[in-house]
């Protein structure tokens, strides 16, 4: 099994910024994409921003500008710098990791637990 475990949430100010950070740990063959996602209370799920493994990058386009996603493949983590935040950007933020456990298994998604994000003044 693999394991997700995030941290970095919290409550900023608007206009503050925020680094969340997810490792992942367990049986780990290969990691693909990695990426973060986000849902607000009432609303669905949504994809923040993704990286490959070659560390190619998407952005939802609410955040573009703001939000830069990394990762550190030596460490198995993946990483989100949130600056220039909005009330609008509090949510709970999950990470996703694609992951292969050994050579002969498929890939297979994983989510984190999840870290609350609260920009308020």
């Known amino acids: 099994q693999v394991q997700l475990v995030e941290s970095g949430g919290g409550l900023v100010q608007p206009g503050g910024s925020l680094r969340l950070s997810c490792a992942a740990s367990?049986?780990?063959?290969?990691?693909?994409?990695m990426g973060w996602y986000r849902q607000a209370p009432g609303k669905q799920r949504e994809l923040v921003a993704g990286i490959t493994s070659d560390s190619s990058t998407n952005y939802a386009d609410s955040v573009k500008g703001r939000f830069t996603i990394s990762r550190d493949n030596a460490k198995n983590t993946v990483y989100l710098q949130m600056n220039s935040l909005k009330p609008e950007d509090t949510a709970v933020y999950y990470c996703?990791?694609?992951?292969?456990?050994?050579?002969?298994?498929?890939?297979?998604?994983?989510w984190g637990q999840g870290t609350q994000v609260t920009v308020s003044s």
């Open positions: 367990g049986s780990i063959f290969r990691i693909y994409a």
């Open positions: 996703n990791t694609v992951v292969k456990t050994s050579l002969m298994m498929t890939r297979t998604g994983y």
